[in-house]
């Protein structure tokens, strides 16, 4: 397969030593005004004390009536391409992970490559619920390993407060804002060693927007009955996201020829610190090994991986050569799974 690739490269003119695909540098971007449990408190029938014991959250981060998903999408490529020292001409590929686009078209992808001014490139969304991150980085990587693209722009990001019911109290402690992104590039030495994903549509109606789209447009009957937010079974939902997670780990630690004691941070979609807590165990990965700041900002679906890879790399927890392991699970159903070298 390889030699394949490296035939096709060398067609293309492509450098035929650099065939791996590497995290070049993170970025993210969090609206400053924070919504605690206390506020919440103040808007429906829970405590903080539910909320803590039940979720791990104390708080979230909700973007002013003037930013948008693209907002923060744009002041997290550009941090991440600061680091990365990969300038916007060079972008190929733009991916958003989104369920909460500006617009339901043009993509954020688009509004992103235009902010940026990355002429070059092409760009569009994914949507995969709070796995989307891990799609759009399979995809990211597909189009490099393909020869399409050396330099890959993912943007995980969301403003879920603009579709969460603040009259729901099974929902709406659960979700905030932000926008974490990864700048991809052709490496020499490994970086991604696996990403494997799933899907499940049988179990679509546990968690869904229900309307705004075509199947029931909006209407002033679809605002009357608050169609417009988010649905969700929680627990329901949080059985499945603990199978789905464990077992697409398992695959991805074992198609990255790696074995479980090899990881040195496990890094999962911050929905709530028991479904981590849960993967954890089952994957007999130890506490001091899991990345969580579920407590600062809440389910931010797409955006809750690369935000959190972002600060960790902030607090020093990556070093050259760590392995991540990666995992999400969201509305689709969706998961999936990644191992990388750092
Ligand atoms: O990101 C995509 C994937 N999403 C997720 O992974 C979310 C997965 N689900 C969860 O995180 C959890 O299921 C929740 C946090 C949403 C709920 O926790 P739970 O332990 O599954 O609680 P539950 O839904 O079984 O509800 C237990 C009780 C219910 O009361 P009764 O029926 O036992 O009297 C709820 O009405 O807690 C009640 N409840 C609340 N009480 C105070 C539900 N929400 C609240 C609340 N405050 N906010």
């Given at each position: 397969?390889?030699?394949?690739?490296?035939?096709l490269?060398k067609?293309?003119?492509v450098s035929v030593?650099?065939?791996?695909?590497k995290?070049?540098?993170?970025?993210l971007?969090?609206p400053?005004r924070i919504?605690?449990?206390?506020?919440?408190e103040?808007m429906?029938d829970t405590?903080?004390?539910?909320?803590?014991?039940r979720?791990g959250?104390?708080?979230?981060?909700i973007?002013?009536p003037?930013i948008?998903?693209?907002?923060m999408?744009?002041?997290?490529?550009?941090k991440?391409l600061?680091a990365?020292?990969?300038?916007?001409?060079?972008?190929?590929?733009?991916?958003?992970?989104?369920?909460t686009?500006?617009?339901?078209?043009?993509?954020?992808?688009?509004?992103v490559?235009?902010?940026?001014g990355?002429?070059?490139a092409?760009a569009?969304?994914?949507?995969?619920g709070?796995?989307?991150?891990l799609?759009?980085?399979k995809?990211?990587?597909?189009?490099?390993?393909?020869?399409?693209a050396?330099t890959?722009?993912i943007?995980g990001?969301?403003?879920?407060?603009?579709?969460?019911d603040?009259?729901?109290r099974t929902?709406?402690?659960?979700?905030?804002?932000?926008?974490?992104?990864v700048?991809?590039?052709?490496?020499?030495?490994p970086?991604i060693?696996?990403?494997?994903?799933?899907a499940?549509?049988?179990?679509?109606?546990?968690?869904?927007?229900?309307?705004?789209?075509?199947?029931i447009p909006?209407?002033?009957?679809?605002?009357?009955?608050?169609?417009?937010?988010?649905?969700?079974?929680?627990?329901?939902?949080?059985?499945?996201?603990?199978?789905?997670?464990?077992?697409s780990?398992?695959e991805?630690?074992?198609?990255?020829?790696?074995?479980?004691?090899k990881?040195?941070?496990?890094i999962?979609?911050?929905?709530?610190y028991?479904?981590m807590?849960?993967?954890?165990?089952?994957l007999n990965?130890?506490?001091?090994?899991?990345f969580?700041?579920?407590?600062?900002?809440?389910?931010t679906?797409?955006a809750?991986?690369p935000?959190?890879?972002?600060?960790?790399?902030?607090?020093?927890?990556?070093?050259?050569?760590?392995?991540?392991?990666?995992?999400?699970?969201?509305?689709?159903?969706?998961?999936?799974?990644?191992?990388?070298?750092?």
């Amino acid at each position: 397969m390889l030699s394949l690739i490296i035939s096709l490269q060398k067609l293309k003119g492509v450098s035929v030593a650099l065939s791996y695909v590497k995290i070049a540098g993170t970025g993210l971007s969090t609206p400053p005004r924070i919504l605690s449990n206390a506020d919440l408190e103040k808007m429906v029938d829970t405590s903080d004390e539910w909320i803590r014991t039940r979720t791990g959250i104390v708080e979230r981060r909700i973007a002013d009536p003037e930013i948008s998903t693209s907002d923060m999408a744009y002041e997290a490529s550009l941090k991440a391409l600061e680091a990365a020292s990969v300038e916007p001409k060079d972008i190929d590929v733009i991916i958003v992970a989104t369920v909460t686009p500006d617009h339901l078209f043009p993509s954020t992808g688009c509004l992103v490559q235009s902010r940026l001014g990355a002429k070059k490139a092409f760009a569009f969304d994914i949507l995969a619920g709070c796995a989307g991150f891990l799609y759009a980085l399979k995809t990211g990587k597909a189009f490099i390993d393909s020869g399409d693209a050396e330099t890959v722009l993912i943007v995980g990001a969301e403003t879920l407060s603009r579709i969460t019911d603040f009259q729901d109290r099974t929902t709406c402690i659960l979700f905030g804002d932000g926008a974490g992104a990864v700048v991809l590039r052709r490496s020499e030495t490994p970086g991604i060693l696996s990403i494997c994903l799933g899907a499940n549509g049988d179990n679509w109606e546990l968690l869904y927007l229900p309307a705004g789209g075509s199947r029931i447009p909006a209407s002033e009957e679809s605002v009357k009955k608050r169609l417009h937010f988010i649905r969700m079974k929680g627990s329901e939902v949080f059985r499945e996201a603990v199978k789905a997670m464990e077992a697409s780990s398992i695959e991805a630690i074992k198609k990255a020829n790696i074995t479980p004691d090899k990881i040195d941070l496990f890094i999962s979609h911050q929905a709530n610190y028991r479904i981590m807590e849960a993967v954890r165990k089952r994957l007999n990965i130890p506490p001091e090994k899991v990345f969580m700041n579920v407590d600062r900002y809440g389910n931010t679906s797409s955006a809750s991986v690369p935000i959190a890879l972002d600060e960790a790399v902030k607090e020093g927890k990556l070093r050259q050569g760590n392995i991540i392991l990666f995992a999400a699970f969201g509305a689709g159903f969706t998961w999936g799974s990644a191992v990388v070298r750092w």
